[in-house]
């Protein structure tokens, strides 16, 4: 048993798929949640900016002694495939979304052929490419940088019915309808909140695979597995921070959410 937060982290709001995910599997954990949003994207920062970043916000979370750090940015989660983020930190426990993700993708598919979309920083990096191959040399992966849907998602440009997002994502998913995927991942946690549009132009046969969801379960598998799930009777609680406006920030956690019972929200810094 360890009644300690659970600390994750992102860019922005997207990260907040991850919490809405462990919320459900885990209502009795206390979370803290760290937006960067005055630095919003990460994805066309270079690898160094992304890491110097990363760290000033593991820095942040450490402080409310956390006993897990959940990366919910797929462009961080790239980077500490090859940078030691984690080093000297009092947190031991700890995962990005590369290796949940491609994980759950590669039981998904069917015909061998996985797509994956995410920001300019985590495609150039190959990571996910990479990570599916350590578990299947057989897949054909299809990637493709989509820069404009995180400015969407943190705009409210997110309906099913927009005309903008729906003209983006078909031009970003024209490739991934050409090579005939039938799993595509969503290698940014921002994605989820385009999930409507996207299946929309991939087709009903096209399994979508959620980096936020897969660490939350990743996340349960391993508290329980290493008896440290909270013991209380009483549900958790959300405690949101955000590095730029708190207005409008709190304007989009309900709508990602759907509620705002036993949240807060505050602004910080994190340098």
Not at 75 to 99: K, N, Q, W
Not at 173 to 183: A, F, I, S, Y
Request: one cysteine or more; glycine letters at 8%.
């Amino acid at each position: 048993m360890n009644n300690s937060a659970i600390g994750v982290f992102d860019s922005g709001v997207g990260g907040l798929t991850c919490v809405k995910e462990l919320t459900a599997l885990m209502p009795r954990e206390n979370i803290i949640y760290l937006g960067d949003t005055a630095r919003v994207p990460y994805g066309t920062k270079s690898a160094d900016t992304i890491a110097r970043y990363a760290r000033e916000d593991i820095s942040f979370l450490e402080k409310f002694n956390v006993k897990m750090i959940l990366i919910a940015c797929g462009t961080v989660s790239s980077v500490l495939m090859t940078r030691p983020l984690f080093d000297g930190s009092t947190v031991t426990e700890y995962s990005g979304v590369i290796y949940p993700t491609v994980t759950a993708a590669c039981a998904a598919t069917r015909c061998g052929k996985i797509g994956v979309i995410g920001t300019p920083a985590t495609i150039r990096s190959g990571c996910y490419g990479k990570a599916i191959r350590e578990i299947r040399n057989d897949i054909k992966v299809v990637s493709k940088a989509c820069p404009m849907f995180v400015p969407l998602v943190e705009n409210g440009y997110t309906d099913v019915n927009d005309k903008v997002a729906r003209i983006i994502a078909e031009e970003y998913l024209e490739v991934m309808k050409r090579e005939g995927v039938d799993t595509l991942i969503l290698g940014c946690t921002h994605y989820p909140h385009l999930e409507g549009v996207i299946s929309s132009v991939m087709g009903d046969n096209v399994r979508l695979i959620s980096s936020g969801a897969e660490i939350a379960k990743y996340a349960e598998r391993t508290l329980v597995s290493k008896g440290l799930a909270a013991e209380r009777e009483e549900r958790g609680t959300l405690d949101l921070y955000c590095t730029d406006s708190e207005e409008l920030f709190s304007e989009n956690v309900e709508t990602f959410l759907g509620h705002k019972d036993n949240i807060t929200v505050s602004t910080c810094s994190v340098k």
